[in-house]
């Protein structure tokens, strides 16, 4: 016989999971990979530090709030394969580039502080590093994956190779260019937005 299996229970534990990683965003971007100890991230989300721990070591915690922040939900795999991708595939071909842009604008505005974290980290912690290469191998199955539907659907009628837009893309939408145009250029989100769709529509979609 299965083992009973509440819902409450479940519901419990998942607001619990969302609240720890709520907290994991903020600390590690007010403080840093280093910085950043258990404690802190129990204290920031009200909870036990052997709740904290229950949910994985820190690099675990980092790259789950990072994916966390990201996406707006945890999840395994790459994007496209996800919701987001079930979501887009119900779009018609004029909205898949804006649906695209507002994603990707919002979630890179989640990240901002997070992201150089992320790479700092990676840099001095071999667990970290591993897994954010898993990470960065999915970015590049979701560029791929994006470029294969927006070709599917019409959209993008460049004659460049496909692994070449791919890498365009991921380079235009990247948490960096938030990072230099609206953190550093003081960009309003707005304009940031606009110059992401005008340089996708030029430079991915045109022959």
């Known amino acids: 016989m299965s083992p009973y299996v509440s819902p409450l229970r479940e519901a419990q534990a998942a607001q619990t999971r969302q609240r720890i990683l709520d907290a994991a965003v903020k600390v590690f971007g007010d403080s840093g990979y280093s910085g950043t100890s258990l404690s802190l991230i129990a204290a920031a989300a009200g909870v036990s530090l052997e709740t904290v721990k229950s949910h994985g070591p820190k690099a675990a915690l980092l790259l789950a709030s990072f994916d966390h922040a990201f996406s707006g939900a945890e999840g395994d795999g790459p994007l496209h394969a996800r919701e987001l991708g079930a979501q887009a595939a119900m779009l018609a071909p004029s909205e898949l580039v804006p649906f695209l842009v507002d994603f990707v604008s919002a979630a890179n505005a989640r990240v901002a502080r997070l992201w150089p974290r992320l790479v700092d980290a990676a840099s001095g912690d071999p667990e970290v590093r591993s897994r954010l290469a898993v990470l960065q191998a999915s970015r590049r199955d979701d560029m791929r994956a994006a470029i294969a539907m927006l070709r599917e659907r019409g959209v993008c009628r460049s004659e460049r190779a496909d692994d070449e837009l791919a890498a365009a893309l ?38």
């Open 170 to 207: 991921s380079f235009l939408i990247s948490p960096e260019s938030h990072t230099q145009l609206v953190e550093e250029a003081a960009w309003t989100p707005r304009a940031y937005r606009a110059w992401i769709l005008h340089a996708v529509e030029r430079l991915i979609l045109e022959r």
